[in-house]
């Protein structure tokens, strides 16, 4: 595989799994957190192809395989790191959802009683 179809697998997966983690938020947001769970499982499968790419490119370079500057390269890594950040983030979010809900729930049923 050329090193251009390397880093472009890199960014796709990553603004998949971007994508995904910022749907799962959305599914969150409005109560829906099982749907939100399972978009970040599939952003981390993303993540993990994005990861698996990158190795790809260490190894080579590790083997003595040197290239040179490359901006399309320094874009793929930004988007790589800003999808694992995106995904941490979404992580707490639903978690933060999760506890929201749960009060709002409790408080509800202390209401009706």
Known sequence: MDLEMIIMNIINYSG???????????YAKKGNLKEARANIEKANGKIACAHKSQT??????????KQEFSLLLVHAQDHLMNAITIRDMAREFVDLYEVVYNSLMTEGSKANA
Do not use: T
């Open 56 to 65: 790809k490119l260490i190894q080579l370079e590790a083997q003595g395989g």
């Open 16 to 26: 998949e799994a971007r994508s995904l983690c910022m749907e799962g938020i959305s």
